[in-house]
């Protein structure tokens, strides 16, 4: 009997299902409109729907099993970009309530003087002082007074706060003071979420840690709602696996692990497909990629040097400065959902407001009036004008049409060249994103492929391509539930860190011994609660350095063994190949700082396979389904394109633009001056052509 691992993709417009069958290898695919009043129900939805598919059954549930269950949620992310966490409040210590709205005395723009600083998430009457006091050696200047402490709670509690944030200075030299805390609001508020600085970012930055540990408040109790609806959904579908959750940083961690850290969840999404791009471009030969995820909602982008995403220890996200593991991924308000208007000046824009999935573009047929990028490319006919998802979901040309003539007739222009202009815009976005993780950090785009995904990714990638004089573009097997799939290759992880400020010399070699040690003890602890066997455990060593006097640190492997001199020795040379790397000098005999020690614990579980398929031949003519009139940019017109059928494409098949390419997930847009070709794993590679 099969047994399938499953991997889902909830987005802002649609849910993604990706289902690997363990015993034939296969893998298949199912989408739906998401559900954004309660993700849950478009999961489960999803999930019975996919495996009715593949595994149809005369009863109430499908007829195999589910083995593994990995799945990635915006609920974590949704809900902090629209403060649309619970009651919240924060307890520190004396002196410090005013840390979290002070910041570090950025305006956001600066050149903007108005622009707005992002909401703070506990109100001045909700951050509440307490007197205690540690030194920077963990040494006690003033003991935490637990009347004060007790008052304080009972304040909150009257207050109406449904979670409570615990950051105290020092707390992560020393936790004593914070968990002392922690056990006086559970005594008198039992039923509250509480988060410790120590337990969720234990490193040094008093700033960033606490506006991280506020985060993790202000959402828990959203994640832990969202966990409790779906959790009975899935076991009503018959599910015995142990479900798990992406964290930001690329692995997967268990749903009680991710009610407790929510904030390592707010790249839930999009870190899978930054997985599964390295994954397929390793098979297919390309590991300098910039991944392009364009969904219904935004647009993710991420560059791979080597096969490898940057990993960063601390992010802002819409804002909020994050001290969590998280891949390096920066993201924009452009997708398929984005709404095209013309703001004060008389200039056409695109997002990053969405029409999202309810109600969606104009073409869904479900009341919103304004053109989306979808309803442009519905005009233009890159689109499919009838239909999506195979046929499942029925399009509406003719309000995609009113919709974008509407815009027309104020610009003054046609409806196809208002739509092309929605297109050029949004592209622009999206090369802008781009150059922010290539061009800003010295990578020269042109040396890199461009790997599309996500539903709409495909349909502008060469165009964008074109923008950034990028001359490849790869486009998966199944480019619209890469993030799905991303979940059935990747691995349970977690992140584990201890600041440290020591001399990177010899005589740390005892210091540095003693704190990898705790972190390995902390990393078994999770491990065994995992219930991962010895065998696929696997830890690997890092350390932020500086030199004495700078701001930020830079990340450097720790070789493999026991700590010893030699240790500290190649330490100290492997900072300066790293800041000669990336600043362009090393200064040779300056003083070297350890600032942070960091452990990364994988978890191995059985992933995925995607194999290789023999060649058919180059001619692809089989694979044309239909013709349609179809708007190039490059003609200025319509012009008759034939429209292939991804699932009949073989590899080796060639074939050169225009040309549109559609399936089930995604539409591929091969324009003229383009060729494209199927490899052996059933990537369609795009390429200019000579």
């Known amino acids: 009997m099969s047994r399938w691992r499953v991997g889902v993709d ?4 649609f849910t ?18 998401s559900t954004p009043d309660d993700p849950s129900r478009g999961i489960a939805q999803g999930v019975e729907e996919g495996m009715r598919r593949v595994a149809p059954a005369a009863g109430d549930r499908p007829a195999a099993p589910i083995g593994y ?27 410090f309530r005013d840390l979290l709205e002070i910041g570090r005395q950025k305006r956001p723009d600066l050149y903007d003087i108005q622009a707005d600083k992002p909401k703070t998430l506990v109100p001045r009457d ?18 935490l007074d637990e009347d004060r402490m007790r008052a304080a709670a009972r304040t909150l509690k009257a207050a109406g706060v449904k979670a409570v944030a615990v950051s105290f200075l020092y707390g992560f030299i020393r936790p004593d003071h914070e968990q002392r805390a922690v056990k006086i609001l559970r005594e008198e508020m039992p039923d509250a979420f509480i988060s410790a600085g120590h337990e969720i970012a234990p490193e040094f930055r008093e700033y960033e840690r606490l506006s991280t540990v506020v985060l993790n408040a202000y959402l828990g109790p959203v994640m832990e709602n969202y966990i409790r609806r779906l959790s009975p959904r899935l076991e009503a579908l018959g599910m015995t696996a142990t479900p798990h959750l992406t964290q930001s940083n ?4 268990g749903f009680a692990t991710a009610a407790e850290m929510p904030v390592r969840t707010v790249l839930s999404g999009p870190s899978t497909g930054v997985v599964g791009a390295q994954a397929i471009g390793r098979l297919a030969g390309f590991e300098d990629l910039i991944t392009f995820d364009m969904g219904g909602t935004s647009t993710d982008v991420a560059l791979l040097q080597g096969g490898r995403c940057r990993l960063a220890a601390e992010a802002t996200v819409h804002g ?3 001290k969590a593991p998280m891949l390096d991924i920066h993201t924009v308000g452009a997708g398929g959902g984005s709404i095209a208007y013309i703001d004060s000046g008389g200039l056409l824009k695109v997002g990053p407001r969405s029409a999202g999935a309810d109600p969606g573009p104009a073409c869904y047929d479900k009341g919103n009036p304004e053109p989306a990028v979808t309803d442009a490319n519905v005009v233009l006919q890159t689109l499919n004008p009838k239909h999506l998802l195979g046929g499942r979901m029925k399009i509406r040309h003719d309000l995609a049409e009113r919709a974008v003539g509407a815009l027309a007739g104020r610009l003054g222009l046609g409806v196809p060249q208002t739509a092309q202009g929605i297109l050029s815009v949004v592209t622009a976005n999206m090369a802008r994103a781009i150059r922010v993780i290539s061009v800003q950090r010295g990578h020269d785009p042109r040396d890199y492929t461009l790997m599309a995904f996500g539903g709409a990714g495909p349909l502008h990638a060469a165009r964008l391509a074109r923008e950034l004089e990028i001359g490849r573009v790869l486009v998966p097997a199944n480019p619209g539930i890469l993030c799905a799939m991303g979940l059935l290759l990747t691995d349970l992880r977690a992140d584990f860190s201890l600041t440290r400020l020591m001399p990177a010399t010899e005589a740390s070699t005892a210091d540095v011994a003693e704190g990898f040690a705790a972190l390995a003890e902390r990393a078994e602890r999770w ?8 065998a696929d455990r696997h830890i690997a060593r890092t350390v932020d350095m500086r030199y004495h006097g700078q701001n930020y640190e830079l990340s450097v492997a720790v070789p493999d063994g026991p700590v010893t001199k030699a240790t500290l020795q190649a330490l100290a040379a492997g900072f300066a190949d790293v ?12 003083p070297v700082q350890i600032v942070t020690l960091r452990v990364e614990a994988t978890g191995a579980v059985r992933k995925a396979e995607l194999l290789a398929h023999p060649e058919s031949g180059p001619d692809a003519s089989s694979a044309i389904a239909q013709r349609r009139p179809v708007w190039l940019a490059e003609t200025g017109d319509f012009v008759d394109c034939p429209i292939y059928a991804r699932d009949a494409l073989r590899p080796g098949n060639r074939f050169t633009g225009p040309a549109i390419v559609e399936q089930m997930d995604a539409t591929t847009l091969v324009p003229p001056g383009w060729t494209a070709r199927v490899d052996s794993y059933l990537n369609l590679i795009l390429e200019v052509a000579p």
């Open 250 to 253: 690329g692995g997967v961690i």
């Open 16 to 33: 993604d299902i990706c289902l690997f069958d363990e015993q034939e290898g296969r893998v298949e695919t199912w989408k739906v409109p």
């Open 69 to 95: 269950f990995g799945h990635g949620t915006t609920v974590a992310t949704n809900a902090l970009i629209q403060h649309r966490g619970v009651k919240t409040g924060l307890v520190t210590t004396d002196g």
């Open 126 to 143: 909700l951050r509440l002082e307490v007197p205690e006091r540690l030194r920077h050696t963990g040494e006690v200047d003033v003991p």
């Open 579 to 590: 800041h000669r790397q990336r600043y362009g000098f090393a200064a040779d005999g300056d």
């Open 10 to 13: 909830s987005g802002g417009t």
């Open 320 to 322: 909020y400065p994050i």
């Open 527 to 534: 491990f065994e609660h995992e219930g991962i066997a010895p």
